[in-house]
């Protein structure tokens, strides 16, 4: 069982789940397409001074796959949902941030989305409320459809 299905209370319901989107990948991806050229180029190569570049094709390998896994397990053990009472914004496995806020202490929801978040469908939100406010929610997955669900009563 997630965590928001955990800290439902009686008569609250799930309006809207939210997701990181999957340009989280894009580094990691990019660094296992470079470390796949440098494989290439060094195979390819004459044979002096090849260890070197199978060297640096493995050590690019290592680091994109690091920032695959990492990408993977933050939207893994992110959760963005929108009751009919309050926004939750869950991070962490074992050591859990959480943050909460009531619908009637919402203000307002900044929506931040790039050329490329537009064309993609990703930006960051930022949920505002009296006297505080969420922490940006980096790289959301739809994040025009969150702010609605957030604002529309």
Known sequence: ????????QDGEQIRYTA?????????????LACAFTVFMVAEMGPPG???????????????????????WWRRWN?????????????????SRDTNEMH??????VKVDQSVLGRILG??????????TGFEPLKNVDSPIELRNHITGS
Request: net charge positive.
């Open 1 to 8: 069982m997630n965590y928001v299905q955990q800290v439902l």
């Open 19 to 31: 997701n990181i989107h999957w340009i989280m990948y894009v580094p990691g991806l990019i660094l």
């Open 49 to 71: 001074g090849k260890t070197f570049w199978l060297f640096c094709s493995a050590a690019l390998a290592l680091i994109g796959c690091f920032q695959v896994f990492r990408a």
């Open 78 to 94: 992110t959760e963005i949902a929108v009751t009919n009472r309050r926004v939750i914004y869950k991070t962490g496995f074992i």
């Open 103 to 108: 619908m009637d202490k919402v203000e307002s």
């Open 122 to 131: 990703y930006g960051d939100v930022t949920v505002l409320g009296t006297g």
